[in-house]
């Protein structure tokens, strides 16, 4: 091991809380899922592209691998998390802690909820793809 100024680099990094999934999520599943989803969610802004989103649900679905349990519990630990990997997102901490908040449940759902929910948004892609747009989806989700 390499020494860094008389101490070992590892005992230095022992302070550092490790990140394991161990399968509680599928991170290219949930990135996969939320690129999909994003447009249709009731926090989103037409000003604003997946690449301003997907920071803030990463943070979501690992950061319920990581703490799992309750949300308000690692709300704290969650949004030093978003300003620590934001890089160029444009999201405001508002709407950025809402897309990790859905992106954390989203996670945490059962087997057969995430079917029902995955269900869901392959109609929502359907509109999409039959020429409904978000902002029409939102003015039918309000109304």
């Given amino acids: 091991m390499t020494a860094i100024a008389g101490q070992d680099f590892w005992q230095e990094q022992a302070d550092d809380p490790q990140v394991r999934i161990d399968g509680r999520v599928r991170p290219a599943q949930e990135d996969a899922y939320w690129q999909g989803a994003y447009w249709a969610q009731p926090y989103h802004r037409a000003e604003y592209g997946y690449d301003d989103y997907a920071p803030a649900y990463c943070v979501g679905y690992i950061g319920y691998a990581q703490y799992g349990g309750c949300f308000e519990d690692a709300e704290k630990s969650l949004c030093a998390n978003w300003v620590r990997i934001k890089g160029d997102s444009r999201l405001e901490i508002d709407v950025a802690m809402q897309a990790i908040r859905a ?41």
Avoid: C
């Fill in 103 to 143: 992106a954390w449940d989203h996670a945490a759902l059962t087997p057969a909820e995430r079917a029902d929910d995955e269900y869901e948004q392959e109609l929502s892609d359907a509109l999409f793809a039959a020429g409904a747009r978000p902002e029409q989806q939102r003015a039918y989700a309000v109304a």
